[in-house]
């Protein structure tokens, strides 16, 4: 029976400049490569809001 490696690496990804949808990064330490998508969906918790403020009244 043949043992699994267990990669133990804990990564430190160098990401190449973005130039679409997808850029490689690759581990500083161990080499390896991976794919890493340029922007995240956008979601209802990311818009910004204006608050709604009292309107000011005059006292005279």
């Known amino acids: 029976m043949q043992k ?3 990669d133990s690496c804990t ?3 160098l990401i190449e400049t973005p130039k679409g ?3 490689e990064g690759k581990c500083k330490f161990c080499g390896e490569t991976n794919q890493f998508i ?3 969906p956008r ?3 990311t818009r ?3 608050p709604n403020l009292p309107k000011s009244t005059k006292n005279t």
Request: proline share 6%.
């Open 4 to 6: 699994e490696q267990i």
């Open 21 to 23: 949808p997808m850029s």
């Open 38 to 40: 340029n922007s995240a």
């Open 48 to 50: 910004v809001t204006k």
């Open 43 to 45: 979601t209802s918790w």
């Open 11 to 13: 990564h430190v990804w």
